[in-house]
């Protein structure tokens, strides 16, 4: 990978003006309802897994103790 030569006279130095105090919050707010989304979508995912490996241990229990007959 190499550089990017910056043509003579372009500079790339970019600088945004300060954030308010409203967007601030509204960041800081979208960055909390997005962890709490991905944290409730893993808690989902957990509790799925949770109830296959139930099942899948009810049918193997089931099943060996048809074959013990």
């Given at each position: 990978?190499?550089?990017?030569?910056?043509?003579?006279?372009?500079?790339?130095?970019?600088?945004?003006?300060?954030?308010?105090?409203?967007?601030?919050?509204?960041?800081?707010?979208?960055?909390?309802?997005?962890?709490?989304?991905?944290?409730?979508?893993?808690?989902?995912?957990?509790i799925r897994n949770l109830k296959s490996q139930k099942e899948?241990?009810?049918?193997?229990k089931n099943t060996n103790s048809q074959h013990a007959i």
């Amino acid at each position: 990978m190499g550089f990017i030569k910056e043509p003579e006279g372009v500079d790339f130095i970019i600088q945004s003006p300060p954030l308010t105090d409203e967007e601030k919050k509204a960041i800081s707010e979208f960055i909390r309802k997005n962890k709490a989304k991905k944290s409730l979508a893993y808690t989902k995912k957990r509790i799925r897994n949770l109830k296959s490996q139930k099942e899948l241990a009810q049918k193997h229990k089931n099943t060996n103790s048809q074959h013990a007959i």
